[in-house]
């Protein structure tokens, strides 16, 4: 049993990364040991490199390589626009898309009054002086449909109201979705901000 103790001990330590169940991540440090030298020995240097190096971007709270992202620091992003999101998976799956040229900022959360999450404890200040200071022309709130979202989203509107233009991503049906999978909010919503044909 303790010949294989690390091996275990790595499996539980994949368990634990999202998306991996103990099976797959079974499965997923099998396969790395037998590609040690082509994906493992690499793959370890390279986590070990990026634990050493990556940073919140004091800026806008972006994880990068260096005290200001590569976003914050782009000239060509400095557009009048930044787009509110709640975490830094939400920021790569807007820039995934490739369509938003302005720049962002993260707010590290929502605001939730049974876990005491308060405007304090997530960046709602440090978006406050941005708006101030940065000549910022228009705040999209790219924030979830969730009730904490929506009222993060009304709070952040309350603070900036009468400095910028406040907008907010769309809500509805998506693009090739059938009406009889879609939840009842999402019809609602949906239906509300129908528009002109």
Same mark, same amino acid.
Request: net charge negative; with cysteine; hydrophobic share 45%.
């Given at each position: 049993?303790?010949?294989?103790?690390?091996?275990?001990?790595?499996?539980?330590?994949?368990?634990?990364?999202?998306?991996?169940?103990?099976?797959?991540?079974?499965?997923?440090?099998?396969?790395?040991?037998?590609?040690?030298? @082509?994906?493992?020995?690499?793959?370890?240097?390279?986590? +070990?490199?990026? =634990?050493?190096?990556?940073?919140?971007?004091?800026?806008?709270?972006?994880?990068?390589?260096?005290?200001?992202?590569?976003?914050?620091?782009?000239?060509?992003?400095?557009?009048?626009?930044?787009?509110?999101?709640?975490? *830094? #998976?939400?920021?790569?799956?807007?820039?995934?898309?490739?369509?938003?040229?302005?720049?962002?900022? *993260? @707010?590290?959360?929502?605001?939730?009054?049974?876990? +005491?999450?308060? /405007?304090? +404890?997530?960046?709602? /200040?440090?978006?406050?002086?941005?708006?101030?200071?940065?000549?910022?022309?228009?705040?999209?709130? #790219?924030?979830?449909?969730?009730?904490?979202? +929506?009222?993060?989203?009304?709070?952040? #509107?309350?603070?900036?109201?009468?400095?910028?233009? @406040?907008?907010?991503?769309?809500?509805?049906?998506?693009?090739?979705?059938?009406?009889?999978?879609?939840?009842?909010?999402?019809?609602? =919503? #949906?239906?509300?901000?129908?528009?002109?044909?």
């Amino acid at each position: 049993m303790s010949a294989t103790r690390e091996i275990d001990a790595l499996i539980d330590m994949m368990a634990k990364l999202p998306g991996l169940g103990p099976r797959s991540a079974r499965r997923a440090v099998l396969h790395l040991i037998r590609k040690r030298s @082509l994906l493992m020995t690499p793959l370890s240097d390279l986590m +070990q490199r990026v =634990a050493a190096s990556a940073r919140e971007c004091l800026n806008c709270g972006n994880i990068g390589t260096a005290d200001i992202c590569d976003i914050c620091a782009s000239e060509k992003r400095a557009n009048g626009m930044i787009c509110v999101v709640e975490d *830094v #998976a939400d920021l790569w799956a807007m820039e995934r898309s490739g369509v938003f040229k302005g720049r962002y900022h *993260v @707010l590290g959360g929502t605001l939730s009054a049974l876990d +005491q999450v308060g /405007p304090e +404890q997530l960046r709602i /200040p440090r978006l406050i002086d941005r708006v101030d200071s940065e000549a910022v022309t228009e705040v999209i709130l #790219a924030l979830n449909a969730t009730v904490d979202g +929506q009222t993060t989203a009304h709070y952040i #509107a309350d603070q900036l109201e009468g400095r910028v233009t @406040l907008t907010s991503l769309a809500q509805g049906v998506p693009i090739g979705g059938e009406l009889d999978y879609l939840d009842d909010g999402t019809i609602t =919503a #949906a239906l509300n901000a129908r528009r002109k044909v």
